[in-house]
């Protein structure tokens, strides 16, 4: 049975056009379940909700901000009667300079929604003023002015991301391309070059998890080469794409109908993944779709 993970509660609010859009994608990518533009009254009632469901919604984003209007008022109340009540939660305020939100806000050609029908910096100003009190109650504070997409990324994995990066998801994936490559496929390994079952007779209806099959393939220095720099690649690489925040990776193996070479390789990086202590699942996506008569199922 596995440990039910605290609650927690972020609540994003800050300047309009500082990247709160984007931050709250970042997150939904990380597990949390987002709410936009929530009136801060409701705050209380909804997390006392989430944290008791049957299901236990383990991690959520409420965004609050100005859009609000006239409900906003009562954000730095609601916020001061958590903190009496010992109700926790963390406060992420987005900022930007001035000259950043201007320029992002030229670009979408949109209004200001503090300034709808006046100049953006009169909105800006405005806001800021409005959001002093809520931003000197932050628990953290980014400012994207001089952020890429990538290195915002960083900052909240880095901020809220589980512990144990390894929490990404790994999908392998075994496939023929004469039915068709994979579109979600993040790495494509083709494997046309080992040798080939298929043309010997005992084993064209057998797949590559049968032990037959697959210590045909296993014996050819060729491939055992190449498991060896499998091996080292997958090594180099999965750390890499937890460091830069990846929820999920594809690896898909095909050869040409999808049931010997690409079967056997697939199980392979499975297992290798499994010895290094990832979690992952593995799909043989065409298998079926071939005259198999004899086939071991794994559990996957």
């Not at 992002?104 to 300034?115: G, I, L, Q, S, V």
């Not at 000197?136 to 991301?161: C, H, P, Q, W």
Request: glycine share 6%; proline share 4%; net charge negative.
């Amino acid at each position: 049975m596995e440990k039910e993970e605290a609650f927690r509660l972020l609540i994003v609010t800050g300047m309009s056009g500082s990247g709160k859009t984007q931050a709250c994608r970042h997150l939904e990518d990380l597990g949390y379940f987002c709410v936009d533009n929530l009136p801060p009254v409701f705050i209380p009632k909804f997390a006392e909700l989430c944290s008791h469901s049957a299901g236990h919604v383990g991690k959520v984003v409420l965004v609050v901000d100005t859009r609000s209007r006239e409900f906003f008022d009562t954000f730095v109340h609601v916020l001061e009667d958590m903190d009496r009540d010992d109700q926790e939660y963390e406060l992420l305020f987005m900022d930007a300079s001035d000259a950043a939100i201007i320029r992002r806000y030229k670009e979408t050609r949109r209004r200001h929604p503090m300034a709808p029908s006046s100049r953006i910096t009169e909105g800006i100003t405005k806001e800021r003023e409005r959001l002093a009190s809520v931003r000197a109650k932050a628990t953290y504070i980014i400012d994207t002015s001089e952020l890429k997409k990538n290195e915002l990324k960083e900052k909240i994995v880095r901020l809220f991301g589980n512990s144990d990066g390894e929490k990404m998801g790994i999908n392998v994936l075994s496939f023929g391309f004469k039915f068709g490559m994979p579109l979600d496929a993040d790495m494509v390994l083709d494997v046309r070059f080992l040798p080939n079952p298929f043309y010997i007779e005992s084993m064209r209806h057998k797949s590559g998890v049968v032990p037959e099959v697959a210590e045909y393939i296993e014996q050819w220095p060729v491939t055992q080469e190449f498991e060896a720099k499998l091996d080292a690649m997958i090594d180099f690489l999965i750390p890499q794409y937890i460091k830069e925040g990846k929820s999920q990776l594809v690896i898909a193996v095909g050869c040409t109908g999808g049931m010997h070479r690409s079967v056997y390789i697939a199980k392979h990086i499975f297992d290798f993944l499994g010895t290094r202590g990832y979690q992952a699942t593995l799909e043989h996506r065409d298998l079926m779709k071939n005259d198999v008569r004899e086939h071991v199922r794994e559990e996957c």
